[in-house]
């Protein structure tokens, strides 16, 4: 038996290529939780758990993902079969409630051991690829309608994305529809624009918001009231015709059913990490298939290494209607990745190989740890 000897975890700081304005918090920086898992026959597997925005997007910080790695899921899986991923999921979910995006990272290792000591991609163990690429939008969040217009005209130009995601929700209803309207005229029909809201409108705001949204030509917003709020979101659906994307209500397969249940979405985003890993996030695909939704490639701003894990597995879905945004990396200043995930023709490709098909670069990884003097603490084992 291969046995699970090491659980490790270090936090990065990358900074971003500008300031990404979300109407929750500013980015400058992203900041990432690495795992690596030693197995008992040598192998290795890494993992990443990543939010956005310290404590502003969700429950989950930084520090909080890796306490609850070091002080709860990693000792009670030392010793334990490796193989076994399906048995290291249930017994973490008795022992540690919410904390999904720390449990993400510990099971994604895992996966990327497996695949890596059976000499096939993580893909494979969720029943193969059917894409080796998917379409991939970029966000455009500088805070300024000029710059960002320009920055969907220079991606448009290099073909590298023509689906464009606007963070709104900071300034006024008023404001931002002006805003999206402006962005949508000047990019004409070269691409398409969505907006986040990222929780930040009342139901009110929301109804002003959407007609205004709709009337320019938006396609689709995403979460634009608080999470909790099923029957405003169900409420909008029923009262437009835009799409309506949930994202932050969305946090495992319970919440997936209760939202498809209350009509309260027309769109999951399905995030690998607010899910829960990615045997959860596949539960969360599943539903919203068997509801007849459409589904969202979504991200939480990881580096290469989850946005790898997360194409691994939506390379397994037949249709993800709304594509993806796992553009996580170029928004960093520098890829962690020795090998960067390529990115072209308006799609994202899936890495090839076993595993998660990546492996870091450890010099960089080096040079972005927040505590370099300290080494990787092994958790357990030593
Ligand atoms: C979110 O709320 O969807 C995804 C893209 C981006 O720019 O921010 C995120 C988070
Ligand atoms: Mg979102």
Known sequence: MTKID???TLILEVPTIRGHVLSMATMRTQTA?????????????????TTIGGLSYGPESPEGIQLAIETYIAPALIGRNGDDVNGANQLIDKLVKGNRIAKTAVEIALWDGLGKRLGVPVSQLFGGGVHDHLPVAWTLASGNTDTDIAEAQEMIEKRRHNIFKLKIGKRSVREDVAHVAKIIEAIGGAGTVRVDINTAWSLHDARW??????????????QPVPARDRRAMAELVKGYEIAVMADEALNGPEDA??????????VFAVKIGQSGGLKRASEVIAIGQAAGLGLYGGTMLETGLSTAAALQLFSTVGEMAWGTELFGPLLLTEDILATPIVYRDFCVEVPQGAGLGVALDPDKIEFFRRDRERTMKAVAGK
Request: with cysteine; proline share 0%; charged share 30%.
């Open 6 to 8: 090491q659980i490790e």
């Open 33 to 49: 939780v690495l795992v690596r898992v030693r197995f008992s026959d040598g192998s290795e597997g890494i993992g990443e758990g």
């Open 209 to 222: 918001g959407l007609k205004g949204l709709q009337e320019a030509g938006c396609e689709l917003a995403e």
């Open 257 to 266: 059913l209760d939202v498809a249940s209350a009509r309260a979405a027309d």
